[in-house]
Structures are given as C-alpha cells and as structure tokens.
C-alpha cells in the first residue's frame, strides 16, 4: 500500500503564489509516477501535472503550463507542486495521486491512479 499526504493550499488573490506537498510513504518503491489532479465545483477531475519519479520527467497541462511547476525530492519522499500566478479559474480542490509501475495510462490521466490523496483546497479570488 501506498500512502499521500497533502499539505499546502490555501486563499490568494489572483496573481499570488502557493506551494503544495505531497508525502509518500508505505510501499514507495512500487511508484512510477506521481501527478496532481484538481477538482472545481461542478466540474470534472483534470490532470494539472504529473511527474516520473525516477528520471524527473515532468508533464504539465496546457491551462498550467508556464505558471505551475512539478518536482519531486526521493530523499523526502516528497512531491511538490508550486503554483505561480494564480487565477480565478484554478480554484479547486487539489489532490495527489500516484501511479504504481506497470499500469497504463497517460500521465495526466486520472485512470491508472490508484492512491490518492485527501486533497487541499486552493481559493483564488480576483
């Protein structure tokens, strides 16, 4: 088993800065990817980033890209996400989630991830 532990989060006016966690533990070896995902009220799950825990590969969606970053310390066990000008529109609750080796999916593809995160709350207001 795997287990993530978010931290992190929180209000910013638009054009703001946050940095988010991830801590993983249990069964670490299994994981090839980690990714974070984002939920908006009434909205569906959409991939924000992902990484690939051993080569540092790092995946960003469009929406993000330029303005979010991925990384990942193995030492820490621990995945980070830093948001930079933040808008309105990525309000959202946050989630990490991880991938264990082998099982298919693309990398900011909700599907494939079976360890999530309880998820922290961004609030960005104009």
């Known amino acids: 088993q795997v287990q993530l532990e978010e931290s992190g989060g929180g209000s910013v006016q638009a054009g703001g800065s946050l940095s988010l966690s991830c801590v993983f533990s249990?069964?670490?070896?299994?994981?090839?990817?980690m990714a974070w995902f984002r939920r908006a009220p009434g909205q569906e799950l959409e991939g924000v980033a992902g990484?690939?825990?051993?080569?540092?590969?790092?995946y960003h969606a469009d929406p993000v890209k330029g303005r979010f970053t991925i990384s990942r310390d193995i030492a820490a066990r621990t995945t980070y996400l830093q948001l930079t000008d933040l808008k309105p529109e990525d309000t959202a609750m946050y989630y990490c989630?991880?991938?264990?080796?082998?099982?298919?999916?693309?990398?900011?593809?909700?599907?494939?991830?079976?360890?999530w995160g309880q998820g922290t709350q961004v609030t960005v207001s104009s």
């Open positions: 249990g069964e670490t070896w299994k994981i090839c990817y």
């Open positions: 989630a991880a991938k264990i080796c082998g099982v298919p999916g693309e990398v900011l593809s909700p599907q494939g991830y079976n360890h």
């Open positions: 990484i690939n825990i051993g080569d540092g590969s790092q």
